[in-house]
């Protein structure tokens, strides 16, 4: 099986590609079904330069994440993890299904992303989250390297002091914590060195978070919704292997450039070879 590469296809005919239990990690960012056209404009000197737009619609969005789902379980292996990332429109209706489909006990998190970025309505609460649904293959099985992970500061250092001596409650307040299933983590801005000009890219730092508790040091990373290949820089800086997929020639086009000094194969399964 060919790693590092970039897969430009259909997610299923990817997924369906793939052997039986043969992926150490899932993430992925599929579209999320909004109903909406998504947008991206690049500006030089205050005009237009460049416009991305790509349509984010199904009729029946469940029909359309459940084959997906199927497959991305029988292509994990028992140590294996999937996160699944959805917003508030659906997440719901996939956990039920993922519950079916990997096992109500396989369950392990609901993260939630807060990002607290972008215009606010005055007749409800401000919707700024994205939820990753994370569940192991087999429970008890599945890796999570828990000394590794990045820490963050705590909420309440004071608090460490209690019970503790000095000297111990410092060391812990220096260490920081390890962080729960809530993640504030901004999203990739407009004056981000990381962003790239592509609709909805994902920050690196919480794919690589992800990367670090859930995979060790040459495991194979997937994500059959790439997009701008944020997975897939990921998996470089953290010494993962990686095979990632996009339907999107724009996303291909994107990623193409991004990876441009890195030793990435490009595998077209469209049929046009010279898309």
């Not at 004071?158 to 019970?163: D, E, M, P, R």
Request: glycine share 8%; hydrophobic share 35%.
């Amino acid at each position: 099986m060919q790693t590092n590469c970039v897969h430009h296809g259909q997610a299923l005919d990817f997924l369906k590609s793939l052997d039986n239990s043969s992926i150490d990690l899932i993430y992925t960012d599929p579209p999320f079904g909004t109903g909406d056209m998504q947008t991206m404009s690049r500006k030089k000197a205050g005009t237009i330069i460049s416009k991305i737009e790509y349509s984010d619609k199904f009729s029946n969005y469940m029909e359309f994440l459940e084959p997906h789902l199927w497959e991305m379980h029988r292509v994990l292996k028992n140590t294996g993890t999937m996160y699944l990332h959805l917003d508030w429109r659906w997440v719901h209706y996939a956990k039920v299904v993922c519950d079916e489909i990997f096992g109500y006990d396989n369950f392990l998190n609901e993260i939630v992303w807060s990002y607290n970025f972008g215009g606010r309505g005055k007749d409800r609460w401000p919707q700024k989250h994205d939820t990753i649904l994370v569940y192991a293959k087999e429970l008890g099985k599945h890796t999570f390297n828990w000394s590794d992970i990045d820490r963050i500061p705590y909420a309440a250092p004071a608090l460490q002091y209690a019970g503790r001596t000095k000297e111990e409650a410092e060391k812990r307040i220096a260490e920081g914590q390890v962080p729960t299933d809530v993640w504030s983590m901004s999203i990739v801005g407009t004056a981000s060195k990381e962003r790239i000009g592509y609709p909805n890219q994902k920050p690196l730092k919480l794919i690589k978070r992800i990367i670090t508790a859930s995979s060790n040091s040459g495991d194979i990373v997937i994500d059959p919704f790439v997009g701008s290949g944020s997975t897939a820089g990921a998996a470089i800086e953290m010494g993962r292997r990686f095979i990632v997929n996009d339907a999107s020639q724009h996303a291909i086009d994107t990623m193409k450039q991004r990876f441009a000094n890195n030793s990435v194969n490009f595998v077209d399964n469209t049929g046009d070879k010279n898309g």
